[in-house]
């Protein structure tokens, strides 16, 4: 009976005890999801487009908030640096669809799974080599992102809110409203989604596989940048950010592949549901580090009863 | 006249594939497994580096050690255990006379084997903490001082002395979810029911190390008087970054050694002061030993390091070099022992139990200040080294307590149950009943 109770009601009691603190909880919640949602928005496009998992997505993330970091230490000012970031991922999708997506046209999904395998692999080696594995500082301040907290005290409580992850979830909003913008209104937009639903068809029409991938591999380079600032502003910038982009496979999981708006509703869901286990089960009754696996779980349970995910799309196959 | 060039080609190939192994044996092989990358890198990095330009500076000041050269490669493990594995296989069948496994994981896979292969294992500062048992683990070493020792200490840090002060008190034990975070547990267990403290675990996945807003949450509804945190990589950074952002006295945030890292700390800047960690070493640029390692590696281009960038000076870099300094004391004492220089696995490892970095060999060294004096035995393998409380004043580390020694009356019995289980869950082990 006080299991039951533990699981069914004490959760309850606890939320209503403090509702600052459940406040507190459903914040962060957001804020990891809004986050979460960010990684999974770069493997989207890119499957979007070309079919592709890219699994480079994790170190392309890395990679972009260490060239940022990197121009800034050798005395370029962050105005600058940010603009002269984005050149280089521009660069880097340039070079990708060059040398490694061009030569691998009509080849296995596998194959080019395998490809960014590679990718990832020679990024983690490139960064290493160039800007060395120390944790570096993101430069907030200087990118004109606010330090400072919001407190708020609510039903007698208390409420912080730091100013960088309203930034961050605001930044988040309107980099999806432009690129909601960019894909369902503008000719480019367009030819990316005719991409994905037949490449055959597409080309038919005079749309360029190259042009189109090295514009979906800089947009994804573009989401990677966002994501690496404010990850990158909570806890520095290292290598260890890469194992966040793991956190993306259970958003899209849910979410869909294909589905730009499952991703971040997947990626809120998990972000807060998660939160909210960990806090009020987890961490009473399981000892903590539920969010681990509860993403997982919680995916698992959703592709039981619709394989392709809340957002992705149903494929009927003639047989 | 093809045929001859492609004769006097094979006959050059041959022997020198037969001569090779020959000169190699003329090196002392000391292998490291290294993680310069992945999501520790961070602190790998730096300690890599300190191990590796101590070598280099013998080789280059001294011809190496008694007039033989040291081979330090690096077999790069990514702190993955599988690849740690495959590393201790590789660098065992290149004749390394050591290995060093340097992550706790891999340090608990390997253990058995290194045992049956008669490698030593020499793990400074981390690792199984029942490993000072020498006669249950004879092959295996973790000086200067261990984890259990390490949460000795910190707790008799932040008592003031006394441990019964703690009583009534709560304690959450922030860790990295891997062996390494989960060494300390059985100690701060018993500590806590000897002393009537509550001990709060709070585990930090690998995927959450950056974004510890749930764990942070919780120390904020626990109230714990005091955080000790046991963290690895960007789970310290993080950690730092969210007790500032959730307000949590500063002065009541301990970490173990690997806490002490000036990149964590300038994360936050001035908003860290009063931040601590007990560490086993304390960085000193202006030492003779480290003003060698300036003059015949760094100065000389010959280190990895970015000295502008204030490597030089950090702690962990010079944590690794003091790593490399009782290493390299080993051997002598092996080559001293075996009255050659050119010396076998056994004989390193007897080296390693009659290491004795007393006070006067510290000043000898040049490393007065750096860590406290310390020998190995046949039965202790750890040393237990005393370390200092060193805390950060915004921009810089400094010590402030005396050197704090850990209470072996707590620590020898758990060792003991816990080298006994081993052994017992290992059979069959092989004892070393030449230790008393």
Redesign the interface.
């Known amino acids: 009976m006080d299991f039951i109770h533990s699981i069914l009601i004490q959760p309850f009691l606890d939320m209503a005890d403090?509702p600052d603190?459940l406040i507190?909880?459903l914040w962060?919640g957001i804020?990891?999801g809004v986050?979460y949602a960010l990684i999974a928005l770069g493997f989207v496009l890119i499957f979007k487009s070309s079919r592709i998992f890219n699994f480079a997505q994790g170190i392309m993330v890395v990679f972009a908030a260490l060239t940022l970091v990197g121009l800034h230490q050798k005395g370029i000012p962050a105005w600058l640096a940010l603009p002269m970031t984005l050149g280089v991922m521009l660069l880097l999708a340039i070079a990708i669809e060059r040398v490694v997506l061009r030569p691998l046209v009509n080849q296995p999904d596998i194959i080019l799974f395998m490809a960014t395998i590679g990718i990832t692999l020679f990024l983690?080696?490139l960064g290493?080599t160039i800007f060395?594995?120390?944790?570096?500082?993101m430069i907030t301040e200087e990118l004109g992102i606010p330090t400072d907290?919001y407190i708020f005290e609510p039903f007698g409580g208390l409420v912080?809110i730091?100013q960088r992850d309203i930034t961050a979830v605001v930044g988040a909003v309107v980099l999806v409203v432009c690129l909601l913008l960019f894909l369902n209104k503008s000719k480019m937009g367009r030819a990316i989604r005719a991409l994905g639903d037949d490449h055959q068809a597409a080309l038919s029409v005079g749309i360029s596989l190259s042009t189109i991938w090295v514009l979906v591999w800089f947009i994804a380079g573009m989401i990677a940048l966002a994501t690496g600032i404010v990850?990158g502003a909570?806890?520095?910038v290292?290598?260890?950010?890469?194992?966040?982009a793991?956190?993306a496979l259970p958003v899209l999981m849910l979410g869909g592949l294909e589905s730009v708006s499952g991703a971040i509703i997947g990626g809120l869901m998990i972000g807060i549901l998660e939160?909210l286990f960990?806090?009020y089960w987890?961490?009473p009754l399981l000892?903590?580090?539920t969010?681990?696996w509860f993403a997982y779980m919680l995916a698992l349970v959703v592709l039981l009863f619709r394989p392709q995910g809340l957002f992705g799309e149903r494929i009927i196959e003639r047989v | 006249m093809t045929a001859q060039i492609k004769a006097t080609l094979l006959a050059t190939v041959f022997a020198l594939g037969l001569a090779a192994p020959v000169a190699a044996q003329e090196a002392l092989k000391l292998p490291n497994m290294s993680y310069r990358t992945g999501p520790f890198a961070a602190t790998g990095t730096p300690h890599m580096n300190g191990q590796l330009d101590y070598m280099t500076m013998l080789n280059e000041r001294d011809g190496g050690i008694n007039g033989v050269k040291i081979a330090f490669d690096e077999c790069e493990t990514g702190y993955n255990t599988e690849k740690g594995v495959e590393c201790y296989e590789k660098t065992k069948a290149d004749g390394a006379l050591v290995t060093q496994p340097w992550s706790t994981g891999i340090t608990l896979q390997v253990l058995p084997r290194a045992g049956v292969d008669e490698i030593p294992m020499y793990a400074p500062g981390y690792g199984f903490s029942a490993m000072q048992d020498g006669k249950t683990f004879k092959w295996a070493f973790n000086p200067p001082t261990s984890y259990w020792d390490g949460a000795s200490m910190i707790l008799q840090g932040i008592s003031d002395g006394n441990l019964d002060n703690l009583n009534g008190k709560k304690i959450a034990f922030l860790h990295l979810d891997h062996p390494y975070g989960k060494e300390p547990i059985p100690l701060l267990e018993s500590l806590a029911s000897k002393h009537g403290f509550t001990l709060l675990p709070i585990p930090v996945g690998l995927t959450e190390m950056q974004n510890q807003s749930a764990q942070w949450l919780q120390i904020r509804r626990e109230k714990p008087d005091f955080v000790v945190m046991w963290g690895w990589g960007a789970m310290n950074g993080s950690a730092i970054s969210e007790a500032v952002k959730t307000r949590y006295p500063m002065n009541q945030f301990v970490s173990v050694w690997w806490g002490a890292h000036e990149p964590d700390l300038k994360l936050v800047g001035e908003q860290g002061k009063g931040y601590r960690a007990l560490s086993w070493n304390f960085a000193d640029s202006e030492s003779k030993l480290m003003q060698d390692v300036k003059k015949y590696v760094v100065d000389a281009g010959k280190s990895q390091i970015n000295a502008e960038a204030g490597e030089f000076d950090s702690t962990a870099y010079q944590r690794g070099i003091l790593m490399s300094v009782i290493l390299a004391e080993a051997v002598k004492a092996a080559q001293d022992k075996a009255g050659t220089p050119n010396i076998n696995r056994e004989q390193l490892r007897v080296g390693l139990e009659n290491v004795n970095i007393d006070a006067a060999r510290l000043a000898e060294l040049g490393a007065e200040n750096m860590m406290a004096p310390f020998a190995m035995s046949c039965s202790n393998h750890t040393g237990h080294a005393s370390a200092w409380m060193v805390e950060w004043d915004g921009s810089k580390f400094v010590k402030v307590s005396d050197l704090l020694t850990a209470d072996r009356s707590v620590i020898d019995p758990l060792v003991e149950k816990a080298a006994a289980d081993y052994a017992a869950a290992n059979q069959p082990w092989s004892m070393n009943d030449e230790c008393k």
């Open positions: 403090a603190f507190q909880v962060e804020v990891s986050l983690i080696g290493e060395g594995g120390e944790n570096k500082r907290s912080m730091e990850w909570r806890a520095g290292s290598f260890a950010l890469e194992v966040i793991l956190k939160k960990e806090i987890g961490q000892g903590g580090n969010e681990s």
